[in-house]
């Protein structure tokens, strides 16, 4: 009897598991384990003679560019995180404010995040290079005078506001299905109460579609540890690669400069950052959404 | 009474204001590039904001030809269509496996499968390139379908999972009875019920491949590339061209346009539930 079920196990495994779990340890687990294990090696893109020990993560931090990176990417991530979800969140109170054209704002918002980060990259690009510099002449504004993205500090905003620009509109529907999940019961009670509409979003929507922003912040997080095409095509990391995100920077390292140790080793570190933020995230949210 | 009815129209007037003027701000960028799409070069670099007075297509015509337009169109629809399609058969059949089949595998196997959803594509991306050079260079087209399976999964059948446990088992069970084997019972009862993922599954991963860019630019080679690539090294080599480049991106921009018009109601349900879960 036992030994019919294990065969039908087995059976199962091999009809319904065994391709895909394949595919999934030869294209994720085993490059990742083997990237992992070459860090400690003196690997040069093809082939290593001896294990190295902790040089390429020592070799990493003496690299001035590399905490450049290390301080430009914290600080995206940070303020995206913050700008991403706060628009979100406003655009999503728009939309569900019961207004008539709420589904062609919704359309409108969501538009920018159908389209990939580099096209939006070189379209923004246009904008700050071309069109808000012809706007400042014509009405002689200093502000955009020159180029925002010529300059490091204002090449940082300008990747935010595109960021936000493309990602809000995803999040705002995840915050609108919160809003939406949200009993119409308990929001009445609480009108025939007399609470403001400021104290009934505080003390009551926000608390009860937690978990919208638990989802959010973390999908917010991983995104700006990942961010690559906008960097890409808006800033190309310059000038003098003082806007390179860390992402941009591992794909330099490697494939620009052939320092494959290096860039595999910071390739590490950026996933032991995102790892340890997604964890220390969710556990704060998690915790806040049972209060 | 009246008062109050009357704030709060007065109210909802500037709501309205406040979403008009965001909803334009927000296409603005789109609208930019398209009325400089049919202005020629010298209009653009004399105001890049006025009203088209001249209208060529000339953009256009040079935009589909340097930058393969169709050719590239293709190529993204081929690829799209096929990883998005064997990613469902694949995830939907391994996440019916691991939901129906309990032990100490099949829950360890998931636990992996989620966890994995946490590592960036550019931890593994160096090694990743070496290990499979060859295999690139026999057809990267095919070579990019499989290693999306292989990046999409651990979502897909998660999605797939999450659903799945909510069907009783005595559906299963109960076909079982009348002779019917494991794949029959899948493909002929539980997949048809599982529809609504499926719609979210498709359009999850249809947008990330769709406009996926780092791993088509490692893989890809000239004559495959797809629509972000073509438009990316098209703008690189004629930047100065405005007017040429202006019509490229209008042009990357339409096809997925045009279908999330189509499809808006599925696209917004499938992101809500895809993310929720």
């Known amino acids: ?291 | 009474m009246k008062l109050a009815t009357k704030r709060r129209s007065s109210g909802k007037k500037v709501i309205f204001g406040v979403g008009l003027f965001l909803s334009l701000s927000y296409v603005a960028p789109f609208l930019l590039v398209l009325i400089n799409s049919i202005k020629p070069k010298l209009d653009i670099v004399a105001n890049p904001l006025s009203w088209p007075v001249t209208v060529t297509w000339e953009n256009f015509q040079e935009a589909l030809r340097k930058m393969n337009f169709f050719r590239s169109l293709v190529n993204s629809i081929i690829i799209t269509f096929f990883s998005v399609s064997v990613l469902i058969i694949f995830s939907s059949m391994l996440a019916y496996y691991l939901a129906r089949t309990k032990n100490r595998f099949t829950k360890t196997t998931f636990l992996i499968l989620v966890a994995s959803m946490i590592v960036p594509f550019q931890a593994l991306m160096i090694p990743f390139i070496s290990i499979f050079a060859q295999f690139v260079s026999i057809n990267n087209r095919i070579a990019l379908i499989f290693f999306y399976q292989g990046f999409g999964v651990a979502l897909s059948t998660f999605l797939y999972h999450g659903f799945i446990s909510k069907i009783p088992t005595e559906i299963d069970e109960a076909a079982s009875m009348d002779g019917a084997n494991d794949f029959t019972i899948f493909w002929r009862i539980v997949f048809p019920m599982l529809r609504p993922v499926t719609a979210t599954v498709a359009i999850v991963n249809a947008l990330w491949i769709w406009n996926d860019f780092l791993l088509p630019r490692l893989v890809l080679k000239q004559d495959s590339q797809t629509l972000p690539l073509s438009t990316y090294l098209f703008y690189g080599q004629y930047s100065t061209q405005y007017g040429q480049v202006m019509a490229g991106l209008l042009l990357a921009v339409v096809p997925i346009i045009i279908f999330y018009l189509v499809l808006q109601k599925q696209f917004i349900s499938g992101i809500s539930t895809g993310a929720v879960k």
Do not use: C
Not at chain 1, 2 to 26: D, E, M, V
Not at chain 1, 53 to 70: A, E, I, M, P, R
Not at chain 1, 74 to 99: D, E, H, R
Not at chain 1, 261 to 281: D, E, H, N, S, W
């Open chain 1, 1 to 291: 009897m036992s030994q019919k079920r294990s065969t039908r196990q087995i059976k199962r495994f091999l009809t319904f598991g065994a391709i895909p779990l394949s595919i999934f340890l030869a294209v994720l687990v085993y490059p990742f384990a083997q990237g992992l294990f070459l860090t400690f090696t003196d690997w040069n893109g093809f082939g290593y003679t001896k294990i190295s020990g902790f040089g390429n993560y020592t070799k990493s931090f003496q690299d001035h560019t590399f905490w450049v990176t290390l301080g430009f990417t914290l600080k995206f991530v940070i303020v995206s995180v913050i700008a991403v979800n706060a628009v979100a969140f406003g655009l999503a109170l728009l939309v569900t404010s019961k207004l008539k054209s709420s589904t062609i704002f919704r359309t409108f918002f969501f538009i920018p995040n159908l389209i990939g980060g580099v096209v939006l990259g070189v379209i923004w690009q246009f904008i700050f290079n071309t069109a808000l510099g012809a706007i400042s002449r014509k009405f002689s504004l200093p502000f955009f005078q020159d180029s925002w993205l010529n300059d490091t500090n204002k090449a940082f905003w300008a990747l935010i506001i595109v960021t936000v620009w493309q990602s809000s509109g995803y999040m705002m529907i995840i915050y609108i299905t919160g809003l939406v999940s949200i009993e119409q019961d308990v929001l009445e009670a609480a009108t025939v109460d007399g609470a403001s509409p400021l104290r009934m979003l505080t003390a009551i929507k926000i608390p009860l579609m937690a978990q919208a922003f638990t989802i959010s912040l973390f999908l917010t997080m991983r995104a700006g540890f990942m961010a690559y095409d906008v960097n890409l095509a808006l800033t190309g990391g310059g000038p003098f690669r003082t806007t390179e995100l860390i992402s941009m920077h591992i794909f330099q390292e490697a494939f620009a400069f052939g320092h494959f140790g290096t860039g595999q080793a910071q390739a590490v570190l950026m996933f032991v950052m995102v790892a340890l933020a997604a964890l220390i995230q969710v556990a704060v949210s998690k915790r806040l959404e049972v209060e």
